[in-house]
């Protein structure tokens, strides 16, 4: 079994809320990630989870804020957010391993900044 | 830096002919390839990888690609497409490291069309 769960599918708000992504794995993968793609782009790099430990941020903008409570779960919370992030948030996970790593994908969460 | 291009934005195939989607890739080891294919607001779904040895390498729904270092090319191909393959497909290099996760780079994505 090779699933990444995301939730909510769709998410909608305004530049005032605060909402959370949520994504879970259990295929016992050590390494999160998460990914932001815009419209008819390639998936970029935000954020990597190893061993529950953050290890790299691409200088993401601090409204952005990700949490790893456990090797299973991955939350990337969002705060005063601007309509240009608006977009498809990914997560994916690998066994962390480095090097011969697989990435797996969930299948994002849509979001839409009013 | 490493880097994947992808020199086809948009592709266009009739149903039942054979295809093939470029990639080129710049790395300064030896690359961890994939590739992914994206339907309209889904995520990604790994078609196949190459990390070493056979430089023909299966994958899933009919796909295949082939690895070839001395033109630093892993082209994708299938050999009779159907109307459920229109996506976008992305070619990556995966992480390189002794150790610890690291994200993928991406190509620019090619949109394949299928005619009827």
């Known amino acids: 079994d090779t699933e990444v769960t995301q939730t909510p599918k769709h998410l909608v708000m305004g530049m005032t809320n605060k909402k959370s992504l949520k994504c879970e794995q259990h295929?016992?993968?050590?390494?999160m990630y998460w990914y932001k793609q815009k419209a008819k782009k390639p998936p970029e790099l935000m954020f990597v989870?190893?061993?529950?430990?953050?290890?790299i941020n691409e200088s993401v903008p601090s409204r952005f804020s990700p949490e790893c409570p456990n090797s299973s779960l991955l939350n990337l919370h969002l705060h005063a957010l601007q309509p240009e992030d608006s977009a498809l948030y990914l997560c994916?996970?690998?066994?962390?391993?480095?090097?011969?790593?697989?990435?797996?994908f969930g299948p994002g969460t849509r979001l839409t900044v009013l | 830096a490493q880097s994947v291009t992808q020199p086809d934005i948009h592709i266009t195939v009739s149903e039942g002919a054979s295809l093939e989607l470029r990639c080129n890739y710049s790395?300064?080891?030896?690359?961890?390839l994939f590739w992914y294919v994206q339907s309209p607001g889904q995520g990604l779904q790994l078609l196949l990888k190459?990390?070493?040895?056979?430089?023909l390498v299966q994958g899933i729904k009919g796909f295949e690609a082939e690895f070839k270092r001395s033109q630093s090319s892993f082209n994708l191909r299938k050999p009779s497409v159907h109307w459920s393959d229109a996506a976008e497909y992305f070619c990556?290099?995966?992480?390189?490291?002794?150790?610890?996760?690291?994200?993928?780079?991406f190509g620019k994505g090619t949109h394949l069309i299928i005619q009827p």
């Open positions: 994916a996970s690998s066994q962390g391993s480095g090097g011969l790593d697989t990435q797996y």
């Open positions: 295929m016992g993968h050590r390494a």
């Open positions: 989870y190893s061993y529950e430990k953050l290890s």
């Open positions: 790395y300064g080891a030896t690359p961890y």
């Open positions: 190459y990390f070493s040895g056979d430089t």
């Open positions: 990556a290099v995966g992480p390189y490291s002794g150790g610890g996760a690291d994200g993928l780079t």
